[in-house]
């Protein structure tokens, strides 16, 4: 089959805080043309889970963002009528938040490697979420009637600002996994949204100057899985069985 049939779409997602944040976004873009991609997603990371963890190195400054930006209205230029271009900005720099998931229960579903059914990749960490398996009830059921999937469905259970937002509709009080994330409530307007009471959490960062190297010979990230060993470091035995 030809390549073109095989790989019409590209999500390429890079750091733009790294020194060479701007020749990312050129070299990303030139890769997918590369492939034949009719569409290419150039995504900044965004802070859940091990992004979180790391987002002092990870979050790219607003100088960074503009420069890479200019880059990709270059290639928008060059590859019009050719490929769409895609540019997601981290939604702590613009004040709109971005809908969660298209909507919290309302377009998609993830099903875990135990069966559970998550109407997020990360929704799995707001607490008291009664996460429904696909070993007990049907994935209709599940959609259609779960407290899990009804929890943050539509705009009945907003408050605040969201509550009276005419945007309701359209980012649905934005992330709940970052609302947690950022203010331990899942339910309260998302941070990002300039309207939120606690949008200055966002801003700071936002606004902050650009964080220092780590010192020499220090990781730059902060990595999940065991515990990494020096060269000379022996590895920890396991007791015997």
């Given at each position: 089959?030809?390549?073109?049939?095989?790989?019409?779409?590209?999500?390429?997602?890079?750091?733009?805080?790294?020194?060479?944040?701007?020749?990312?976004?050129?070299?990303?873009?030139?890769?997918?043309?590369?492939?034949?991609?009719?569409?290419?997603?150039?995504?900044?990371?965004?802070?859940?889970?091990?992004?979180?963890?790391?987002?002092?190195?990870?979050?790219?400054?607003?100088?960074?963002?503009?420069?890479?930006?200019?880059?990709?209205?270059?290639?928008?230029?060059?590859?019009?009528?050719?490929?769409?271009?895609?540019?997601?900005?981290?939604?702590?720099f613009?004040?709109?938040?971005?809908?969660?998931?298209?909507?919290?229960?309302?377009?998609?579903?993830?099903?875990?490697?135990?069966?559970?059914?998550?109407?997020?990749?990360?929704?799995?960490?707001?607490?008291?979420?009664?996460?429904?398996?696909?070993?007990?009830?049907?994935?209709g059921?599940?959609?259609?009637?779960?407290?899990?999937?009804?929890?943050?469905?539509?705009?009945?259970?907003?408050?605040?600002?969201?509550?009276g937002?005419?945007?309701?509709?359209?980012?649905?009080?934005?992330?709940?996994?970052?609302?947690?994330?950022?203010?331990?409530?899942?339910?309260?307007?998302?941070p990002?949204?300039?309207?939120?009471?606690?949008?200055?959490?966002?801003?700071?960062?936002?606004?902050?100057?650009?964080?220092?190297?780590?010192?020499?010979?220090?990781?730059?990230?902060?990595?999940?899985?065991?515990?990494?060993?020096?060269?000379?470091?022996?590895?920890?035995?396991?007791?015997?069985?």
């Open positions: 089959m030809p390549r073109e049939n095989l790989l019409n779409n590209t999500n390429l997602l890079f750091d733009p805080g790294a020194p060479q944040h701007k020749r990312l976004a050129d070299r990303a873009a030139a890769v997918g043309v590369a492939w034949g991609a009719e569409r290419i997603e150039l995504a900044n990371v965004q802070f859940y889970g091990w992004a979180l963890r790391n987002r002092t190195t990870l979050l790219p400054t607003r100088d960074q963002l503009s420069r890479a930006g200019e880059v990709v209205e270059r290639r928008r230029t060059e590859l019009a009528g050719t490929t769409e271009l895609v540019w997601v900005v981290p939604d702590y613009d004040g709109v938040p971005k809908p969660c998931m298209g909507g919290w229960g309302a377009v998609s579903l993830t099903v875990a490697p135990d069966g559970g059914v998550l109407p997020c990749p990360a929704a799995g960490a707001l607490p008291d979420l009664d996460v429904p398996n696909v070993r007990d009830r049907t994935l059921w599940i959609w259609r009637s779960s407290p899990a999937f009804n929890r943050f469905r539509g705009t009945e259970w907003m408050s605040g600002p969201c509550s937002c005419p945007r309701r509709e359209t980012d649905f009080g934005g992330c709940r996994c970052q609302a947690h994330a950022l203010t331990g409530d899942p339910a309260r307007t998302d990002a949204c300039a309207l939120s009471p606690d949008h200055a959490l966002v801003r700071a960062l936002a606004e902050a100057p650009p964080a220092d190297p780590p010192p020499a010979g220090a990781p730059r990230y902060v990595y999940r899985g065991p515990v990494r060993r020096a060269a000379n470091e022996p590895a920890t035995q396991r007791p015997a069985p």
